[in-house]
């Protein structure tokens, strides 16, 4: 059966500091993989889709970037974060054939 | 622009009532719904979907429906139970990509 990892579980950062967030799935081949945020009181926003090795498609213009090394690992960074990069990060995948999304157990992120 | 609306932040249902749960789109080209269970730090959990050649889509205590002329989906749990209580999120996707999701509808279901 297919898993998804995503950690850490729980990330406090000092304004400006880099960051990187990893997410790996297992029992699957070339996945679609997708970095969602769920801002305090706020729905899921699509930040970053992925359709294969190194392709890399942006939602929404921010300090945040992704990339995917491995076809099951999707990696969520920034240079230098901003209080508004605070909330809750979620990794999620579909196989290619089908539509139902998966999703990670999340990474709560505090920026102070 | 939001292409999927859940205009209810919140629902209070008592328990053993039926819970309804509504959601609005504006994109015709969606083509597959889904609805989603979360719970505080934990991810969505997929709960049903239904694609837009169906018009109802039944699990157990979960149904949804799909009004495609008026751009609106509904979820009904029927009989609502205290383990209910989460926020629920509607969502849809083209072909089952990129899929666009609600604000979300926190259910509270009292015992």
């Known amino acids: 059966s297919q898993t998804i990892h995503q950690w850490p579980a729980t990330l406090v950062q000092p304004v400006g500091s880099p960051l990187s967030l990893e997410c790996t799935v297992e029992g699957t081949s070339n996945p679609n993989l997708y970095w969602y945020r769920q801002a305090a009181g706020r729905g899921l926003q699509l930040l970053f889709y992925s359709v294969g090795i190194g392709q890399i498609s942006s939602e929404v213009p921010q300090n945040l970037s992704a990339s995917r090394p491995q076809d099951r690992q999707f990696i969520l960074s920034s240079k230098k974060l901003l209080l508004s990069d605070s909330g809750f990060y979620l990794c999620?995948?579909?196989?290619?054939?089908?539509?139902?999304?998966?999703f990670g157990p999340g990474t709560r992120l505090l920026v102070l | 622009d939001q292409q999927v609306k859940q205009n209810s932040p919140s629902l209070s249902v008592q328990e053993g009532r039926i819970s309804i749960l509504n959601c609005d789109y504006t994109n015709s080209m969606f083509d597959y719904f889904l609805w989603y269970k979360k719970y505080p730090a934990e991810g969505p959990t997929f709960l049903i979907s239904?694609?837009?050649?169906?018009d109802k889509n039944e699990d157990g205590r979960f149904t949804v429906f799909l009004n495609k002329s008026a751009k609106h989906l509904s979820l009904h749990i029927v009989p609502s139970q205290p383990g209910d209580s989460a926020v629920y999120f509607c969502a849809a996707s083209v072909g089952g990509f990129k899929t666009i999701f609600g604000a979300g509808t926190r259910l509270f279901v009292k015992a």
């Open positions: 999620a995948w579909n196989p290619t054939v089908q539509e139902t999304q998966y």
């Open positions: 239904i694609s837009s050649i169906k």
